[in-house]
């Protein structure tokens, strides 16, 4: 899976989780950048995100990710690419 099909992916869920359309990310967007995000919604986004990848993160890797970038390379990470 190439970094633009997981950002791909990740715009179809933060949409959602947001019910936001207007969402496109960027490998810069933060928590900062999206008015809802805050850490209930991103143990929301964290759930979706390894329910649509298969992988798992554990509470470390989640704290470490300042930015979307930063989450895409941890599943490309996690999937082995």
Do not use: Y
Not at 26 to 46: F, G, K, P, R, Y
């Amino acid at each position: 899976m190439s970094r633009e099909e997981v950002f791909e992916k990740l715009n179809v869920i933060f949409r959602n989780n947001f019910d936001d359309d207007g969402i496109t990310l960027c490998d810069v967007t933060s928590s900062e950048d999206i008015e809802d995000w805050d850490s209930l919604e991103q143990i929301n986004l964290v759930v979706a995100i390894q329910d649509e990848f298969k992988v798992k993160f554990n509470i470390d890797e989640v704290n470490a990710m300042k930015n979307v970038g930063e989450m895409v390379d941890f599943i490309l990470e996690k999937m082995g690419v």
